[in-house]
Structure formats: C-alpha cells, structure tokens
C-alpha cells in the first residue's frame, strides 16, 4: 500500500459493519464519489434463510452494537420478505428470521448459550428483546428437562420442572415493553407456551384469537396453531381445518385461498404420521389456493413441488400432472434434480387404474 493511501486510511473512521460486509475501506471516507459500484452496500438480509445464519453468526462473538442494529432492522420491522429470489422465497417478515435464529441459540441450546445471555442483559439494561430471549431459554430449560419422547415416557418431577419452567418464561413475556408486546415474535412465542399450559386446541384458544388479530399475515401464528392441534397434542382435525379456514378469511382480500392451500402442504405434505387424506381439508379451496400462492408475490415458486406432493397425497392425478407441468417449465437452473425416482412424478405421468383414483367430490373428509 502506498504511504500516503496508508495515512489516508488511518484517518478514516468507518461505521462499525458486518463482518459480511467487504466493501474496501476506502468507501468509508467522508468524501468518497457517490455511486461508485465496489462502494454500494449489499442487502444484509438477502433471504430468510440467509438471515438467520447471519443473526446466529453476530453471537458468536457476540458485538452487541451490531446486534442492537440487527435488532432494530429485523426483530422491530415489519418488512418481508419477498419472491425477488423465487427460489427461497418464504414470504416471512424479517423479525421472523430473527425471532428464528433466537429461538435456535436460546431455546435450542440455553446451556451454551446462558453466557451470552446475561452479557446481552448486561449490555442491553434487559430490555428489549433480550427479554424475549430470556424467556426461550428458560423454556428451553423447561424441555431439557421434559425430555423429547412421548407423554407417557415423562417422570412426575420432569413434568413439575417443565411446567415451572414454562409458566415462569411466560411471566418474562409478560413483563416486557410494550414496544416489544407488539412484535409477532412475542406473539408466537406467546402463543406456543399458552397451547402447552392450557388444555384449549384449536382456535378456542385466547391467545390464538389475540395473536392473529395483531398479525393476520404471520405464517408462525396458523403453524405453530396447527402443529399444536394435532392429535398427539390432543387435538384434531376439526381442530386443524378450523385454524386454516381462520387463515383463509383473514387473508382471502388479498390473496386468495393461498394461505389455505400453503398452510396445509407445509403441515402435510411431507408429514411422517399424517396424511392430507387423514384430515379435513376442502381439496377444491385448497386447488385454487395453489393458483392464488403462485401468482403472490410473497410466496414464488418454490412451493411447486410440495403442491404435487399433496396432489399425489390425494391422488388427484390431473392436479399433479398440471404441477409437475408447471415444474418443468421452469429455466434448468431451477427445476429439481431428482427426476427418474420421483414417485409422484411416476404416478402424475401414468393413468388413471381405478379404485386406486381418489375421487374427488366423492363422500370424503375432503369434500
């Protein structure tokens, strides 16, 4: 480096940034040319996926500057993302990805993570959402103490700890901000603690009517509704189609029967215990929603493939091949890999062999 660019440099004093953040110094200075293309900013928070690994990554040695800034952009915005990348397009707000990243580190693992936490407090005065991290880990603490398996596998005392637990994680949320009371992240996690200490499934649950009210548009809300009215919740599917139907009227104004359709290929589609023929979806409002979902700009493309998985849950040939259609009309760099042991792909592609056709319209829980 030449002397003189080298005591330029040394005067510079750049905003603290990211550490994804590559652009050369030099771009910093006070008396850079504007629109110089090595000096503009990258998005920080290209995608949802990208997001959290970026959130996960500030704690790693935690700055709390640049968390405090992730917190403002993302945890207190009410900003989605869209389909501009169709491929990982989730139409999830930004505090999503943050509210995520959070729940991985704090819930996930608060073990590991219980240092960062009070240094976080420290730092913060603990307001903000570093109360709404607090109460993740005291939840999570809750579960390592539960254990994963079944009701019936749970001592006395594991389920005495994890009430405990959840209840005081739940005054937590309680006693924070109201800034912080009006983020869906608070809502959501709100919303799952209510459906493990309460009895009510469905959309009987206070907390559910609340929570969807405030954020009619947040996904977590119906799925974390749905996977709690399961049956080994001690739900059902009345339960579950409710919530759904819930989802549609809120969002039909604007997009249709897409959250019906997309709600239920995310529960099912490619569940291990259930099925779409095992519930009590309208298979027709949910056909129409797989239209409205591709033509949202929120929810893109890439949901194509789990909608003719659901097609082939139900057996509706026509649909699927209609999908798959769709699949294949789109540029290489996109379409799936995997083509000649694709099940789906096979049944969409023969014909129809009688009573092995679910018929649509038929006397079914579908209908």
């Known amino acids: 480096m030449p002397f003189a660019f080298a005591e330029d440099a040394a005067q ?22 504007q629109g110089m293309p090595m000096c503009a900013e990258a998005p920080n928070w290209p995608d949802w996926v990208d997001t959290v690994s970026r959130v996960q990554s500030l704690f790693v040695e935690p700055d709390f500057e640049l968390i405090a800034r992730a917190e403002r952009e993302l945890g207190f915005s009410d900003q989605r993302f869209s389909a501009t990348n169709p491929t990982h397009s989730t139409g999830e707000y930004y505090f999503d990805a943050w509210y995520w990243a959070l729940n991985a580190m704090f819930r996930g693992e608060p073990t590991r993570y ?24 005291t939840e999570g603490e809750g579960w390592e103490a539960r254990g994963p398996g079944y009701a019936g596998t749970v001592t006395k005392e594991a389920w005495a700890i994890y009430r405990r637990q959840l209840e005081d994680a739940e005054s937590l949320l309680d006693s924070a901000s109201t800034a912080l009371k009006s983020t869906g992240s608070w809502h959501a996690l709100k919303l799952s603690l209510a459906y493990q200490l309460d009895a009510k499934r469905g ?7 609340k929570a969807v009210s405030a954020w009619p548009h947040y996904k977590r809300l119906y799925s974390t509704a749905i996977n709690f009215s399961m049956p080994e919740w001690g739900g059902n599917f009345d339960d579950v189609e409710a919530i759904a139907q819930v ?8 997009d249709g029967a897409a959250w019906y359709a997309v709600l239920y290929t995310e529960a099912f589609a490619f569940n291990n ?12 409002l949910m056909k129409r929603g797989f239209g409205d979902a591709l033509n949202n700009r929120i929810f893109g493309e890439r949901l194509l493939f789990s909608f003719a998985r659901a097609a082939c849950q139900v057996q509706d040939r ?10 294949d009309a789109l540029p290489e760099t996109r379409k799936p890999k995997n083509t000649t042991t694709d099940p789906c792909r ?13 018929k649509i319209g038929a006397p079914h829980p579908m209908s």
């Open 203 to 209: 959309t009987g649950a206070p907390e559910f009517q």
């Open 12 to 33: 510079i004093k750049p905003a603290k940034r990211f550490s994804w953040d590559r652009r050369p110094l030099k771009c910093f200075a006070p008396d850079v040319p």
């Open 318 to 327: 026509a649909e699927a091949k209609r999908l798959y259609e769709l699949i």
């Open 346 to 358: 096979a049944f969409a592609n023969g014909t129809p062999s009688g009573g092995a056709m679910l």
């Open 114 to 137: 219980a240092d960062t936490l009070e240094k976080w407090k420290a730092a913060t005065g603990g307001t903000g959402y570093v109360v709404l991290a607090e109460a993740l880990a």
């Open 247 to 254: 989802a549609y009227e809120k969002t039909k104004a604007n």
């Open 273 to 284: 215990k259930y099925g779409l023929r095992d519930t009590k979806v309208n298979w027709q």
